[in-house]
């Protein structure tokens, strides 16, 4: 079982409703509407998570995902046997829970100036800190006890939870924060003994109240990519990016920091396609102990239908059956944060059942490739 527990750094011991303007931080509903509208849609009431309110510290609990439950490629059946563990986020800084309906659970807080809130999601939990003034602490912090067999390793969009044989059973997602203008402020989260803190910049004299800070807790999609390291799949991508990556507009050349990539999706028959530009952000590489982890990460252009402020990233893990590996294969992890909650009109379910077969694609055609 895994318990994740959120703290905020405050002085004050007394919570109360309290309003920004004409926005209330204790109605859930108007405060993401008036700041992060998108992410509305994105509420599930139907992706149930266990709410415990009464035994001194409020938690909530929810199912991290399983390797046996993912799309594979061609060479791997799945068995969709296994149960996934549950993962519990208790908040150290939550007080008495005002509501819960519709999928979204509301907590006053130590804080006058501070609001909390759950939202369910069909992809996982996405937590909200809505700050009402200036007044209001600047350092949140998840105190994160994992799975026992797994650990957090970081990556280009916040900490993968993966167990000790490489299979990926969720992502912690980069905190970001806005306020009511719409402007985002700077952010930046560490990872200490245990504790995931964030850091909000609000010395900016420009930040107009109330401000979302938002922190999520979302499944990924893992596909085996058999007789391959991940150091191996890098030297593929750097040969020829477009030759693997299954999308119209990628270059032929690996892309470079900050580079526009034009990207497009259409469906066979039909005459529309979709606008995916993104933006390549950074990549990495890491070798430890004899292996390798590779990485890169896109974030959506304003044009991009998952909405600006969506991100995507793709983790290559070693990842083996059993025992210490002597022999190790990579393991394609998919993480995509969207932000419109409903990108081409179909329903998520239909947009994230075509993703998985698009990356599917991607890790077929790289286990079918002669290394260079």
Not at 3 to 12: D, E, F, K, R
Not at 249 to 275: C, I, K, N
Not at 280 to 304: E, I, N, P, Q, V
Request: proline share 6%.
């Amino acid at each position: 079982m895994a318990l994740i527990a959120i703290g905020v750094t405050s002085s004050s011991s007394v919570a109360f409703a309290e309003q920004a303007g004409s926005v209330d931080i204790f109605d859930a509903k108007e405060a993401i509407g008036a700041i992060e509208p998108g992410l509305l849609g994105e509420t599930s009431s139907t992706h149930e998570l266990a709410i415990d309110s009464n035994s001194g510290k409020p938690s909530v609990s929810t199912n991290v995902g399983s390797l046996s439950n993912k799309a594979k490629t061609k060479s791997i059946e799945s068995s969709g046997s296994q149960t996934s563990p549950d993962l519990t986020f208790t908040g150290n800084f939550l007080e008495d829970q005002v509501s819960a309906e519709d999928g979204l659970t509301i907590w006053s807080t130590q804080s006058p100036s501070v609001a909390a809130y759950a939202q369910s999601t069909n992809f996982g939990v996405r937590f909200f800190t809505a700050l009402s003034s200036g007044q209001a602490p600047s350092s949140y912090s998840y105190e994160i006890d994992v799975p026992d067999g797994a650990y957090l390793k970081e990556n280009e969009v916040g900490y993968m939870l993966l167990t000790y044989n490489g299979e990926s059973l969720g992502q912690i997602q980069r905190p970001q924060a806005q306020d009511i203008d719409g402007k985002q402020i700077d952010t930046d989260i560490t990872l200490d003994d245990g504790t995931l803190t964030q850091t909000l910049n609000l010395q900016n004299a420009d930040v107009s109240y109330p401000v979302l800070a938002q922190a999520a807790w979302s499944y990924t999609e893992s596909f085996f990519v058999p007789n391959k390291t991940p150091s191996q799949v890098r030297a593929l991508l750097k040969d020829c990016f477009n030759c693997y990556f299954p999308v119209d507009g990628a270059p032929a050349a690996y892309p470079a920091p900050e580079q526009v990539l034009p990207l497009t999706v259409g469906v066979p028959g039909m005459p529309t396609s979709w606008d995916f530009t993104c933006i390549f952000t950074s990549d990495y590489l890491d070798a430890t102990d004899g292996m390798s982890w590779f990485g890169f990460m896109f974030r959506a252009a304003k044009s991009h239908v998952d909405g600006h402020g969506s991100t995507i990233s793709f983790d290559f893990n070693p990842y083996w059956e059993q025992g210490y590996p002597e022999d190790y294969n990579a393991l394609l992890v998919v993480s995509a944060y969207i932000m419109n909650d409903d990108p081409l009109g179909v329903g998520q379910d239909v947009y994230q059942t075509s993703a998985m077969v698009m990356w599917s694609t991607f890790a077929s055609r790289l286990e079918d490739a002669s290394p260079v």
